[in-house]
């Protein structure tokens, strides 16, 4: 099998050593030149054996729908394209009309795993056409991790559903990262706890509250056992934006998501424009002081 | 009639005022020379007609308990303490129980109002006997505003019951104060509203949100239209704190005064220790680069 | 003065009656042969003088955009249109650019004040040309409240910014109540509290909390002093979930108003799928017995 | 070596199994008959080699109030008494200031891990004297989970540290498994996603999600795929209650893990109080029909 890739940046260009690994022929396509793999895309397209599949792995939003016109302009009927980034599910069913106006086929793909994907394997969340589905699952199958395919691939519905998978995947891991430090928080706190980092570390095996996130988290204690060397400053990428959004439109009550996203929004503000009207209001009934800026 | 008030600080001393234009005589003590009409406890204790009636107005906690102490000591059956403090509702049985071992009795009532009951009186939540509650009446009458008794004063329980709807007359206040500066930051991010304080303004009249809190924040907007001049730096003084465990202890789901309460404790922070550990996790799993501190 | 208003329903109708009161005169069309005073649109336009204004109040979305399209037809250069619905802000720029292509002008109010309009005032926030709300005042003052002009009425900002101050408004509106809906429900369960009822009553006057929503909180105990009557269900009607996208969007915290969007969300649920998986996780791991549905 | 335990219910009688598989000696008293080695504390004590060890296994609070009281009064100077149980670290101080008198040992343990600890080890999160806990390291070890010590046990601090970081662990556990259950509502309500079951067993390899309370939903997803068999009811033992108590005693942030806990309450209530307010004042002011009761 041969394929097409776009995008050879932190996730791409592991997926597509990943992917060589495992036999899958790779033409990747970067604007950077000392990783690309040819000069243009009408030269990936050219290298491609029909009907053509290419993966985009770009950003989200303007550079993915760039992507997606320029392959929609430039391959052909029966080839297929690949939305693998972190696009909002809306996007997908414009990027498969738009494209289906030319034939050309095409499948979101949720991709998890981070820069542990390369070792590990990446978790695949998929939303599209079953026929397309099964003519990419030797790509598909040497991407995920080892064991059963079931564990790490999951052809969730049609078009968008592989990136509404994906996009609550990560409003759940925005909780569960929450819930983590508000308990780090805690014990860092309080005094009658001596060893916060061994605290963590003893969790790993045997409890509850284990997880990969967990030994992460030892990992990086192990590096700064107070994380003091770190700025509690944290930004936000829009998919826990758009699980809210989506809890919002379907009425699903999502309060330690949500919770979650505000406490990152709070983390980048120097001052609190919120927090000074309650300064003020306190001043106002109960004459009680006020810090001046 | 006339009673014994200890404590003239911001509240005691203009409730003193108050209470004298409605023509109740009051000794007051106070530690600070400046203000008071005794020097000592013993010399206002003996002022006073029997029984004796006297109306502590100190700081919650230890103060209070001292005072409760001494009153124990030094005033004889028949007497009847009044706790006006902000004391934790769960003080009073205590209170009560240690002064009725001498035959005092005892009454708690919350007060709110702030700097302004001198002008428009004290809202009041009493808690204690019935006849020792009609006893008071003319102090309560003349403390409370204009109008109706029942829409200014209540006598909501037994001991402790006063304390109880203060404190959740507290907790409601942070949630009221955090509703309006959510939507003071909204409006202030957002460029698409020009006038800001001006749109406080125009919530006085007709509105639904209209409130004694919003009258507040618009005149601090009339003294600072962006506060820019505060820092979003929020005391609590306990009762908010109270109140969001009452809820723990009853299982009463009450998610907008804790987050109100969250709130002030984040605008205390100089870093967040829970944001440092979620910016630590996404370093770890996907090389989201962190800020150093 | 004499206007058009489109819409004579709960909102509209006492709108006409406050308005003529005044002595605006209105012609108000309704699909309700029963209040309406013409039998067409037409036969409305017909009826103004020109530059003609209308006054559309109308539910928000599919209506409110049928009558920009019908008023954008029918109207002429120079002619005004008023949107005072809820159209979420987003709208207006999209409904003003429409009618700008015949040269008819538009206005976005919010209003608030509900059933209660027609005897207080109604509370009005305005985006749009400050030379259209000029020539709009005298209309604008005979729906505010009496008072200052500036307690009941703001021109916000341009097209839009009526009705996202507006939005904002209601937003805050949901924090507002759900604060004192905590705080009755914790006095509601709290057996010390004998006069959960009577305590609400006595916030009326001299406290922090006294406020509009408290008085009709009140009139609502008078009626059922435990509210044993009704339902916890409650509806939204859009502003809440708008202010909170709002606050994604701008990356405002909003835990309190979001608390309070989500515990409508819940209270509407005979059973809530999250709660069913947390009890189906501790079943899990500890064993712990589920309830059979 | 050779110890007594005091209670043999789902983890005290699989403690007793895994200890005896690695090689300690367990006499254990139940009040069960079916499961005591012996029927009567004395007889326990007795058995005992001196310095004697009692791992007490019983429900926090008045149970253990008493086994620690028994004890103290049955127990010789220099024996050694464990609370493995769910205590409150509050009580620990208490308990180890009772047997003191007494010249006993008191070390607290909190115990992760289930009715799976039998197979997979239990993490141990230890708080006490350094000689105390060394001593006691051959029952850790066997109760431990297989692998490195330090990533399934912990000597976190002195009396009480063990139990306030399974405290704390148990809170984290609440964020977790709510934002797992948001998640899972979400994806329930979403027709786009066919295959909710098989989205979760997709994020058990390669994902960021990855966890043994997901492998644990993936489980329950198995017997029942959309939960429809239980209740979404769920019960709280204390010790989120507690974790959000310390939060608010210390004033840090826990606005996820309250979430989940108020979620808990919520999930309980046949209708809301809170919501009967709310639904109440959206009557008074705007007409807005309810829900009769």
Known sequence: MHIGLIGLGKMGGNMRTRLRAAGIEVTGYDRNPEVTDVTTVDELIAALP??????????????????????????????????????????????????????????????????????????????????????????????????????????????????????????????????????????????????????????????????????????????DDDLSEIEGYVDDSGEGRWTVEEAIANAVPMPAIAASLFARFESRQDDSPAMKAVAALRNQFGGHSVKKA
Do not use: C
């Open 50 to 223: 029909t009907p053509r599949i290419v993966w985009a792995m770009v950003p989200a939003g303007e550079i993915t729908d760039a992507v997606v016109t320029e392959l929609g302009e430039k391959l052909s009927a029966g080839d297929l394209v690949i939305d693998g980034g972190n696009s909002r599910f809306t996007e997908d069913e414009r990027h498969a009309a738009q494209l289906a106006e030319r034939g050309v086929r095409f499948v979101d793909v949720g991709v998890s795993g981070g820069i542990w994907g390369l070792e590990n394997g990446y978790g695949l969340m998929v939303g599209g056409e079953r026929a397309d589905v099964e003519e990419l699952m030797p790509v598909f199958d040497a991407l995920r991790p080892e064991g059963p395919r079931e564990e790490g691939f999951v052809h969730a519905g049609p078009t968008g559903a592989g990136h509404y998978v994906k996009m609550v995947h990560n409003g759940i891991e925005y909780g569960l990262m929450q819930a983590y430090a508000e308990g780090f928080e805690l014990l860092e706190r309080k005094e009658l706890v001596h060893d916060v980092a061994g605290s963590f570390k003893a969790w790993q095996r045997g409890t509850v509250v284990r997880s990969w996130l967990l030994d992460l988290m030892v990992r990086a204690l192990d590096e």
